[in-house]
Antibody
Framework: EVQLVESGGGLVQPGGSLRLSCAASGFTFSDYYMDWVRQAPGKGLEWVGR??????????EYAASVKGRFTISRDDAKNSLYLQMNSLKTEDTAVYYCSRGDVEVPSALNHWGQGTLVTVSS | QSVLTQPPSASGTPGQRVTISCSGS????????VYWYQQFPGTAPKLLIY???QRPSGVPDRFSGSKSGTSASLAISGLRSEDEADYYCSTWDASLSGRVFGGGTKLTVL
């Protein structure tokens, strides 16, 4: 069974940093693209970025709103995806989900974690 | 302001057919596949439709998707109370080089 479990959320001051983790199980992690998607309280879904799979050289892509501040990485040996968030702003407050697409259709995000809440506030 | 435009709300009575629209541009829907997600309060989104009109296993055939030009639609037939949820369209935007979501549509079953 595919499982994605996020951790690392919490309260952080504006300008601060936080590192989120996503522990994956139930599939060959290196075969899959992995995405981060966030949702501000009461708002819609916003794509944060993604890591392509091993076959695609682990290319990383970011949304413009986080580029230069957030860094996505992965450790296939640990079946884990990470999101390093620096220079955090109040507008980064959201539930952060990691998600996985299909091998054939990476954009079909058919598995999601439960999410972890990040609150940026003084 | 989302790149993809959805109506903020939609409603219908049990048994009715409801459609939710998603309007984009030549940079996104016009050249890429559309995906639809269903989300209940406090839970993670669930993939409902992929590649414009394909249903993952387990999704009832009451749900269908279509795409024409720079717009897409999600149709729900035989509406049920358990369909009351938020629905999001999504695709890749070539200009932004990123995935984009619609603002979401809150479906109410009257």
């Amino acid at each position: 069974e595919v499982q994605l479990v996020e951790s690392g959320g919490g309260l952080v001051q504006p300008g601060g940093s936080l590192r989120l983790s996503c522990a994956a199980s139930g599939f060959t992690f290196s075969d899959y693209y992995m995405d981060w998607v966030r949702q501000a309280p009461g708002k819609g879904l916003e794509w944060v970025g993604r890591s392509k799979n091993k076959a695609k050289g682990y290319t990383i892509e970011y949304a413009a709103s986080v580029k230069g501040r957030f860094t996505i990485s992965r450790d296939d040996a640990k079946n884990s995806l990470y999101l390093q968030m620096n220079s955090l702003k109040t507008e980064d407050t959201a539930v952060y989900y990691c998600s996985r697409g299909d091998v054939e259709v990476p954009s079909a995000l058919n598995h999601w974690g439960q999410g972890t809440l990040v609150t940026v506030s003084s | 302001q989302s790149v993809l435009t959805q109506p903020p709300s939609a409603s219908g009575t049990p048994g009715q057919r409801v459609t939710i629209s998603c309007s984009g541009s030549s940079a996104n829907i016009g050249k890429n596949n559309v995906y639809w997600y269903q989300q209940f309060p406090g839970t993670a989104p669930k993939l409902l439709i992929y590649m414009n009109n394909q249903r993952p296993s387990g999704v009832p055939d009451r749900f269908s998707g279509s795409k024409s030009g720079t717009s897409a639609s999600l149709a729900i037939s035989g509406l049920r109370s358990e369909d009351e949820a938020d629905y999001y369209c999504s695709t890749w935007d070539a200009s932004l080089s990123g995935r984009v979501f619609g603002g979401g549509t809150k479906l109410t079953v009257l």
